[in-house]
C-alpha cells in the first residue's frame, strides 16, 4: 500500500492557512496493519501544493489481502514545519472491499483536511 495523490482543503480547520508562508506541504505516515504500534511507512513531505504525489513510501506497507479487509491499515496527513507539524487528518483507518482489492486503488473522500487522497495497492 502506498499513497499516490491527493488533494488538501483549501483551509485549515477554522479558516485558517495551512502554512504562514506558502501552500502546504503535506506528508503521509502509515501504519500497516492499522493495530500496528508504530509508523511503518512513510511518504515524505511535498512541498508547496494543495495536490501533492508520490511515488513511493520509506518503510513498509505490506499487508495480506485479508488484513486490508478485515483490519485494513491506517494514514496520518501531516503538515510539514520547522518546528512542529501539523495534523491534516488524524490517523484514519482505511479498510478495502473486494472490489477495491481487485482495482488495486482506494480513493477517499472528506478525510480531515483532506477532500480526497488516492493509494495503490501492489502485489
Same mark, same amino acid.
Given at each position: 500500500?502506498?499513497?499516490? $495523490?491527493?488533494?488538501?482543503?483549501?483551509?485549515?480547520?477554522? @479558516?485558517?492557512?495551512?502554512?504562514?508562508?506558502?501552500?502546504?506541504?503535506? @506528508?503521509?505516515?502509515?501504519?500497516?496493519?492499522?493495530?500496528?504500534? #508504530?509508523?511503518? @511507512?512513510?511518504?515524505?513531505? !511535498? #512541498?508547496?501544493? /494543495? %495536490?501533492?504525489?508520490?511515488?513511493? =513510501? $520509506?518503510?513498509?506497507?505490506?499487508? &495480506?489481502?485479508?488484513?486490508?479487509? #478485515?483490519?485494513?491499515?491506517? /494514514?496520518?496527513?501531516?503538515?510539514?514545519?520547522?518546528? $512542529?507539524?501539523? &495534523?491534516?487528518?488524524?490517523? %484514519?483507518? !482505511? *479498510? *478495502? &472491499? +473486494?472490489? +477495491?482489492?481487485?482495482?488495486?486503488?482506494?480513493?477517499?473522500? @472528506?478525510?480531515?483536511?483532506?477532500? $480526497? =487522497?488516492?493509494?495503490?495497492?501492489?502485489?
Amino acid at each position: 500500500v502506498r499513497p499516490v $495523490s491527493a488533494r488538501v482543503a483549501p483551509t485549515a480547520p477554522g @479558516g485558517g492557512a495551512w502554512d504562514d508562508l506558502s501552500d502546504p506541504d503535506c @506528508g503521509i505516515e502509515l501504519w500497516c496493519p492499522a493495530s500496528a504500534a #508504530n509508523v511503518t @511507512g512513510t511518504a515524505d513531505h !511535498v #512541498n508547496d501544493t /494543495f %495536490t501533492p504525489s508520490w511515488t513511493g =513510501i $520509506s518503510g513498509t506497507c505490506r499487508i &495480506t489481502a485479508g488484513q486490508l479487509v #478485515n483490519t485494513g491499515f491506517a /494514514f496520518r496527513a501531516y503538515e510539514s514545519d520547522l518546528l $512542529s507539524d501539523d &495534523t491534516i487528518t488524524a490517523r %484514519t483507518v !482505511v *479498510l *478495502l &472491499t +473486494e472490489a +477495491e482489492l481487485m482495482s488495486g486503488t482506494k480513493t477517499l473522500t @472528506g478525510a480531515g483536511g483532506l477532500t $480526497s =487522497i488516492t493509494f495503490q495497492l501492489t502485489p
